[in-house]
């Protein structure tokens, strides 16, 4: 398959063109916009930076927990629960929404984190039925489009709305959250990353608390504690939180991270990576997807990390092509793969 040889987007993927040396439009938009905006796009962090900094500042120690964290057992939630603590000695509550799909190594990279940093850790969320009856069904529609895109954007927002409900009972000002800049891919890079997201916390979230609303927007039938999960009270919204993405501020590097977190003995080596501490789900979506569509659901996201020299684009080259092989033998995550969905009755779905 032909691929941008610089940021490994493959000839399937919309909307691409190629240049005489195989380097795909996309490639050439960037560096055309980093010509034209790289000297603001650093004058902008600066100010964000600054931001993040008084924020930070004004909301210490108003409350028991100065912030919670929201601590899915990847390296960047788990970098910024160190950084938070550590370096900004601040007083952090973190907290985990288990869908009951969680990989091992996500779990284990949790509880060695919280053990070593020595912070209080939450599980809570709707339960798993509510995530089997959601995962089921999107899986069954089956739509020419991303099942990435579908899903991985449902299951966000019941992240930020739990955050939301524990922010609110405990009065923690503000939920952090470690996305990466490119995990917002509708910014794509026309848009400054935001500090603050999503900007109306209070309009995004107070629309689930509408009985109508999270049936209507996750398409599955829910049971009365589901329905009462997805309420709260408006004197609760009196202490709804901000949320921030601190590194939409702070530099974000991925070989820093990952050598901090495994210097300090946070995760141990190997469980760092994403195949291994992404949800189970990931790997069924990600097996669909290629499958489906030819190419990867991150291509974009990790066609950007290959352009700012995040990730080794040989070394990472030769990983995809081994697992374009193994999906298309069958092979990928087979045993992993085979057990969602059986727990989720859909066996066989590809």
């Not at 020419?144 to 895109?149: A, K, L, P, Q, Y």
């Not at 997807?289 to 990390?305: C, H, I, M, Q």
């Not at 995809?320 to 193994?326: D, W």
Request: aromatic share 14%; net charge positive.
């Amino acid at each position: 398959m032909k691929k941008c040889t610089r940021c490994l987007l493959p000839e399937t993927f919309p909307g691409i063109e190629y240049d005489p040396d195989n380097v795909c439009n996309y490639c050439l938009k960037w560096e055309k916009y980093l010509d034209r905006k790289g000297n603001d796009l650093e004058k902008a962090r600066a100010r964000s930076q600054v931001r993040l900094g008084r924020f930070i500042e004004n909301n210490r120690g108003k409350q028991e927990y100065d912030c919670l964290v929201c601590l899915s057992g990847g390296k960047d939630s788990t970098y910024l629960l160190y950084l938070l603590k550590e370096e900004y000695k601040l007083n952090v509550l973190a907290y985990t929404c288990d869908t009951g799909f969680m990989s091992p190594a996500a779990k284990r990279n949790i509880r060695r984190t919280v053990d070593k940093l020595g912070v209080d850790h939450v599980w809570k969320g709707p339960g798993e039925e509510f995530y089997k009856k959601l995962y089921a069904h999107w899986l069954r529609q089956n739509p020419d489009s991303s099942m990435v895109r579908i899903l991985c954007p449902k299951c966000i927002i019941v992240t930020f709305f739990t955050a939301a409900k524990i922010a609110m009972e405990k009065q923690i000002p503000y939920v952090a959250l470690g996305l990466s800049p490119v995990q917002t891919r509708f910014l794509k890079y026309k848009t400054p990353n935001l500090l603050f997201f999503p900007q109306r916390p209070l309009f995004f979230l107070s629309m689930l608390s509408f009985k109508w609303f999270p049936e209507k927007y996750f398409r599955i039938p829910l049971g009365q504690e589901e329905r009462e999960f997805f309420t709260f009270s408006w004197e609760q919204i009196k202490h709804m939180p901000r949320f921030i993405r601190p590194f939409s501020a702070l530099e974000y590097s991925i070989k820093k991270h990952n050598s901090t977190i495994l210097d300090k003995g946070l995760i141990s080596p190997g469980d760092e990576h994403p195949l291994h501490t992404n949800c189970l789900i990931n790997l069924v979506m990600l097996k669909r997807d290629f499958l489906k569509l030819r190419y990867s659901p991150y291509a974009w996201e990790f066609g950007r990390l290959y352009r700012e020299n995040q990730l080794d684009i040989e070394e990472w080259s030769l990983l995809e092509e081994r697992l374009e092989k193994e999906i298309d033998s069958g092979l990928f995550a087979k045993e992993e793969i085979d057990s969602v969905l059986e727990r989720l009755d859909l066996t066989p779905l590809f």
